[in-house]
């Protein structure tokens, strides 16, 4: 099975900052990685798919890069509404969520 | 608009079984395969089921946590999906989510193990 490993768990930041988390899979996931945003007492959302397609509708302050085992999202400029909590999702071999990386103001 | 709603959730005993159900609506739900996905109190969140579409036979996957114990399946006439339960225990209590895994995801459905 894939693995997963989300960084940081927990980031605080401030608006307008660059922000970025990293996802690493145990293995190849050839580019089959996805960002989903849950805010709290929601569902969570698809922000970016297949490593950098963004969703429809998410703005584009949120992107997304990377190969092989070593993933990222970014989001450009923080805004108060981007907080939430943060997952990875691997699709190359199963589904495989990362932990989470929970964003808050500082 | 693509829409999920998820039924059926509740309070059971260890051991016990529940059914739950996720009514589609708003894309053509027999080209989509769909998922289960849980998230416990507090806690990331953790697939545990899939349903492939007809031309790939229904293949499902589950899991290594729920194998053998949860079956998911589909009614592509109802635009329905289900998750059958069974032999629950204390750790599958948690928020379940019917999802296609890209834009479409319900409100969750909690389903609470304890005796």
């Known amino acids: 099975d894939i693995q997963m490993t989300q960084s940081p768990s927990f980031l605080s930041a401030t608006v307008g900052d660059r922000v970025t988390i990293n996802c690493k899979a145990s293995?190849?996931?050839?580019?089959?990685l996805n960002w989903y945003q849950q805010k709290l007492g929601e569902a969570p959302k698809r922000l970016i798919y297949?490593?950098?397609s963004l969703q429809t509708g998410i703005p584009s302050r949120f992107s997304g890069s990377g190969s092989g085992t070593d993933y990222t999202l970014t989001i450009s400029s923080l805004q108060p509404e981007d907080v939430a909590t943060y997952f990875c999702l691997q699709h190359n071999s199963g589904n495989t969520f990362g932990a989470g990386t929970k964003l808050e103001l500082k | 608009a693509v829409q999920l709603v998820e039924s059926g959730g509740g309070l059971v005993q260890p051991k016990e079984s529940l059914k739950i159900s996720c009514a589609a609506s708003?894309?053509?739900?027999?080209?989509?395969?769909m998922y289960w996905v849980r998230q416990a109190p507090g806690k990331g969140l953790e697939w545990v089921a899939r349903i492939r579409t007809k031309p790939n036979n229904y293949a499902t996957y589950y899991a290594d946590s729920v194998k053998g114990r949860f079956t998911i399946s589909r009614d592509d006439s109802k635009s329905m999906v289900y998750l059958q339960m069974d032999n629950l225990k204390t750790e599958d209590t948690a928020m379940y989510y019917c999802?296609?895994?890209?834009?479409?995801w319900g409100q969750g459905v909690m389903v609470t193990v304890s005796s």
């Open positions: 708003g894309f053509t739900f027999s080209n989509a395969a």
């Open positions: 293995q190849n996931i050839n580019k089959y």
């Open positions: 999802t296609t895994m890209g834009i479409g």
């Open positions: 297949n490593t950098n």
